[in-house]
């Protein structure tokens, strides 16, 4: 008999499904046979353990299993029979489950027909699906923004091209089907799943589908007003600065942040601007010296009460 797959990934009955993947996660990489090349012992626990990954991780058949309806390793039950099958009703006629006497099953070999069908949904006893392969891939910031193909190095030197999506987060899994570990008696392979990692950008910061940028101008710039070329996710662009701007402004590019993918919209760009004086100039020291503003002007006003 199978061992609960709870207890092979150490988690309650009421676990949730991110408390699942994160056990699975943890058991799968400490037991990967790449990361322990010629443990028999690991090799198999590594695949107990996938196992009930694939039994918990899937609603319908983790709410089955709750109910006793499929074993641990995915088999049908047959039907608990109880005294009611083996009663007489007062017309002489015993009762029945609602599928007909045998349960559901319309005769013997249908029964045996379904408890030895495997979880790939295959006929024969010894097919089984392969094993998932886990991988972690960092991604620059704007592949993951505006989406592009990585190549990851595998463990045994091969590699594997992995089409990165238009506005991947932080934390996204991919799944590339049929490029993990190869079935058993006919069995289908089974998953690559690619836990993606963006790396920070230098200037841009993601919140959602908006991307922020801090956008240094001069004084001159900040005083007169100027046009601007301001970077953007998709390439630079042009953005006029109206006279009398100042640090902590902030400029909307509409559409210009993460890119447009499937049903979402594509996000705006928000522009900080942060006034730079630069390297000291004379003449502007000279000119602020027997400069009178027009009206009294106090930056600090109100920090007397903090």
Do not use: C, W
């Not at 676990?15 to 058991?27: P, W």
């Not at 006893?125 to 190095?153: C, E, K, M, P």
């Not at 046009?227 to 998709?234: E, L, N, Q």
């Amino acid at each position: 008999m199978a061992e609960d797959p709870y207890k092979i990934l150490g988690v309650g009955r009421e676990a949730s499904a991110e408390e699942i993947r994160k056990a699975y996660r943890k058991l799968a990489k400490k037991h990967h046979p790449d990361l322990n090349p010629g443990n028999t012992v690991a090799e198999e626990k590594f695949k107990t353990i996938s196992a009930a990954n694939e039994l918990l991780s899937d609603p319908e058949k983790r709410a089955r299993f709750d109910r006793g309806e499929i074993d641990a390793g995915g088999a049908e039950k047959a039907p608990p029979r109880g005294y009611r099958q083996y009663a007489d009703t007062g017309a002489g006629e015993r009762y029945a489950y609602a599928g007909g006497e045998d349960g559901g099953f319309g005769n013997f070999e249908d029964l045996f027909s379904t408890l030895f069908t495997d979880r790939a949904g295959r006929g024969g006893a010894g097919a089984a699906r392969g094993a998932d392969a886990h991988y972690t891939l960092t991604a620059a910031f704007l592949d993951a923004v505006n989406g592009a193909t990585n190549r990851l190095a595998l463990p045994d030197g091969q590699t594997l091209d992995v089409k990165i999506p238009p506005g991947t987060a932080d934390g996204q899994i991919l799944r590339l089907r049929g490029r993990g570990a190869p079935g058993r008696g006919g069995g289908p392979a089974g998953d690559a799943l690619i836990d993606i990692r963006v790396a920070p950008h230098r200037f841009f910061r993601r919140e959602g589908q908006d991307i922020r940028l801090e956008l240094p101008i001069s004084m001159r710039e900040a005083v007169l007003g100027a046009k601007v070329t301001v970077p953007t996710p998709g390439g630079p662009v042009a953005m006029t600065i109206k006279p009398g701007a100042d640090t902590g402004q902030e400029l909307r590019l509409r559409g210009r942040g993460v890119p447009a993918h499937g049903n979402v919209a594509a996000g705006d760009l928000f522009v900080r601007l942060a006034v730079v004086v630069g390297p000291a100039d004379p003449a502007l020291a000279e000119f602020l010296r027997g400069h009178q503003p027009a009206a009294a002007f106090d930056p600090r006003a109100g920090m007397e009460e903090a």
